[in-house]
């Protein structure tokens, strides 16, 4: 009897643990975290340079991620909110830097590369080909073929 | 031979690339601050925070605004130097102390010494936001009109003083 009581109560309070974990999300407006979670997937955090302003756990892009919030509340528009942090921190902040004159490397850069890779790829290849060029039989390769091939290969050959 | 120099060739860019990438800083982020009028604020003093200090209140003075925290293990290594700096009196400093608890920072005065002309009180760190600061301690150098020429991130050394903030200081100055 008491065993049952302790199982009831500890599923109870299981329950309760489980609720309790849930509920700060709903909480809040889901809508605008949502919308919070994508603005800040597509900024860079400071701190750990290699993390969003989503996934980090640092002090200071847990007050970005603040400052963030209220200027949704506020009606700031996305771009308005990505100027903000620009103004302050630069185009670093951005994990998709507009083009400009200090970013034309890093945009067009990869494609260079691509295209010196695809030149030097052809230029091998043609050299190949001309390597490899077809080169006319001899008599004596010939007769040294059809030695090996047998005779009914050398009737039909006119 | 052809076959030994391109991929020596590549290897040597290669190299070059890597060198000159060990000597850069990936960590001090170019402020876009720099040349533009210091965000404003008003924020409570630390020593006294019924009264307030302003931004407006350095005007005509060229000034270094640093920001520190008692939690800051690097700020202990600047301090000292900031103490030396206070003493020759060559420009006024002034902390702006970030996401700190007051009972704290006012003893971390109190045992280390205050290098500050003022200390005022950047509790959840948003006059920090304004000024893109990312990392504790940065100095920042404002001139007469309140613009921001320089910034410092990382702890201010004496190098880094004697090198580019003393002569921009006396530029600033004259």
Known sequence: ?158 | MNRFVIPLLVFVVLVGFLFVGLRLHPREVPSPLIDKPAPAFQLSQLQAPEKSFGLADMKGKVWLLNVWASWCVSCRDEHPFLMELAKEGTVPIVGLNYKDQQQDAVQWLARFGNPYQQSVVDADGRTGINFGVYGVPETFLIDRDGVIRYKQIGPLTREAWQQTLLPLVKKLSA
């Open chain 1, 1 to 158: 009897m008491i065993r049952r009581a302790l199982l009831a109560l500890l599923i109870a309070l299981s329950g309760a643990v489980a609720v309790a974990r849930e509920a700060p999300p709903a909480a809040e407006d889901p809508a605008l975290e949502a919308r919070l979670h994508a603005l800040s997937t597509e900024l860079r955090c400071l701190v750990c340079q290699n993390e969003t302003l989503a996934e980090s756990r640092a002090p200071l892009a847990n007050d970005l991620r603040r400052e963030i919030r209220d200027m949704m509340r506020a009606g700031k528009s996305d771009r308005e909110i990505t100027q903000f942090l620009v103004s302050r921190y630069g185009d670093f902040v951005l994990y998709r830097p507009p083009v400009k004159s200090t970013t034309v490397a890093l945009w067009v850069g990869p494609f260079v590369l691509l295209g010196l890779g695809v030149a030097g790829w052809f230029v091998v290849l043609r050299r190949r080909a001309r390597r490899i060029a077809v080169q006319p039989l001899t008599a004596e390769d010939r007769g040294l073929a059809q030695a090996l091939l047998g005779s009914d290969t050398a009737r039909k050959t006119p």
